[in-house]
């Protein structure tokens, strides 16, 4: 195998954590939006969090995609508490959720450093599922914006296919000079970060925070935490 040259990182629960900014965000737009700021915040927390899981399985298994999760997610829960509602106020929703989980989202100065230190010595780039605003927000959020080059970031919604989808990978490969094995992704979904990468020739390294079982054999390393990274890198 020849040594790594680009080393990609997934985004959502790899360089930035749903639990740090998920639930204050949520509530704080409860909060704030028209429609849900005279409910009870808990209770609706408790209903969008259930429903939240429930679709979250279904975007992880191809269900259905990240836009109609979004809308599903709001339209679901205010159906759940007996609200009628429409699409256009379930994604004014989203649109006021991500000003509100942007501004609770914080760069991680210690994963930072590691990726300056990577930098130093391997091309170093983003694979992401999600719409290319939001997901260049997060990234603006947490510090990391301008430090990975524009032509490293891939996102499923400009690209047009989401991760584990072979074409997502091979638009990696068309668009930068490196053979697949030359690739490294590192991300916490064993399917759409190590096994989906791993099929098209490219290796992998597993962020397992949560300590579940893997889905195979296959990974370069699995790790607990990203600094873990360092001295298998550097
Ligand atoms: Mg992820």
Do not use: C
């Amino acid at each position: 195998m020849r040594p790594i040259k680009l080393i990609l990182f997934d985004l959502d629960d790899t360089l930035v954590h749903f639990d740090d900014y998920y639930e204050a965000s949520v509530k704080d737009t409860f909060k704030s939006h028209f429609f849900t700021r005279d409910m009870n915040i808990d209770d609706l927390y408790g209903v969008f969090d259930e429903v939240n899981r429930a679709l979250v399985q279904k975007l992880d298994s191809q269900q259905i995609s990240i836009d109609e999760f979004r809308i599903k997610r709001f339209l679901f829960s205010m159906e759940r508490v007996g609200k009628m509602t429409d699409v256009d106020t379930a994604l004014e929703f989203e649109r006021l959720y991500q000003r509100v989980a942007k501004s609770n989202m914080k760069p991680n100065e210690g994963v930072n450093k590691l990726i300056a230190e990577l930098k130093d010595f391997y091309q170093i780039g983003v694979i992401t599922n999600g719409s290319k605003d939001w997901q260049y927000d997060k990234l603006q959020a947490i510090g990391l914006n301008s430090v990975f080059p524009k032509d490293y970031v891939f996102i499923s919604g400009e690209i047009g296919f989401e991760k584990p989808s072979p074409e997502i990978y091979h638009h990696v490969l068309r668009s930068s000079s490196v053979q697949s094995d030359q690739v490294l992704v590192v991300g916490d979904s064993w399917i759409n970060d190590v096994m989906g990468p791993i099929q098209q020739g490219m290796q992998a390294v597993w962020l397992n925070k949560k300590n579940q079982a893997p889905g195979g054999p296959g990974p370069l390393a699995v790790i607990s935490e990203l600094e873990e990274l360092r001295k298998i890198l550097l």
